[in-house]
């Protein structure tokens, strides 16, 4: 039988996190073969490392080991081109699938080929909704939703049309944006409008991956009948002086130069 799903994660030093993504993945029920693969990006930690390697050796998952960090782009890029699937799933390593999230997905995109790229609803460890999709922002959007400036009224309003605080998580609906936790998307798709641009280190690429779906005249759909759990910690918010001083705020800043530049 033909691999219908390939899952394409990176793991950069994430500790237990893969190991609880693949018993998720393991554990859920696919009437069709799903492909599990990991692309290393030269982790140092042993916990991840030595769990991939030996689920490497026993056939449960694919793992591919960069000698270099390639970030999430050009991670996902790398496993895309070695995975077999039909479908490509980008699952985030702080991610663990429901039981009957990927058959659910897959039927809804096969139903709807006019779909893209396909988010599900994400969910904290403790149940709250994630706010996993975006409207078309500007630079200062950004800018202001990363620092003190969101708390100003005027330019909170902004931040919650942006953020889309008015958005019913409830509801399966075409939206501009979803973010990069967990997609599915058609390999040849995917392949046809370059995958991710490997340009972003990281932040902003999967935004851009929706433009470019959209802009290929696909839509970009939420689906909330589908629920994936994810343990997320944010990694550029907080308060402004200790934000200027975290490489991965800077990195963010770098990021969204380059997407506002190539799609202004």
Known sequence: MNTKVSTITVNFNHKYFPKLSVEALEAATHPWPVEIVFVDNASTDE?????????????????????????????NNLGAKNAKGEYLLILNPDTTVREDSIP?????????????????????????VQDSCRRDMSFADLIIKRTFLR????????????????????????VELITGAC?????????EIGGFDDRYFLFMEDFD???????????????????????????????IFKLVRKKVFWMHINSAIKYFWKWR
Do not use: W
């Not at 709807?112 to 460890?125: A, F």
């Not at 708390?151 to 609906?173: A, C, N, W």
């Not at 997609?183 to 392949?191: A, G, H, Q």
């Open 151 to 174: 708390h100003i009224p005027g330019l909170k309003k902004r931040v919650d049309k942006y953020t889309m605080e008015d958005f019913d998580h409830s509801k399966t609906q075409e």
């Open 209 to 239: 991956l929706c433009k470019k779906v959209r802009a290929a005249g696909k839509k970009v759909v939420y689906y909330p009948e589908a629920i994936i759990n994810h343990y997320h910690k944010r990694l550029s918010a907080g308060n």
């Open 104 to 128: 659910k997905m897959v039927e809804y995109m096969e139903q709807n080929p006019d779909v893209g790229i396909l988010g599900p609803r994400l969910e904290y460890s403790d149940g709250t």
């Open 47 to 75: 916990l991840s490392l030595n769990f991939l390697r030996q689920a490497n050796k026993e056939e449960r998952v694919k793992l591919i080991e960069s000698p270099e960090n390639l970030g999430f782009a050009g991670g």
């Open 183 to 191: 997609m599915l998307i058609k390999k040849d798709f995917y392949d």
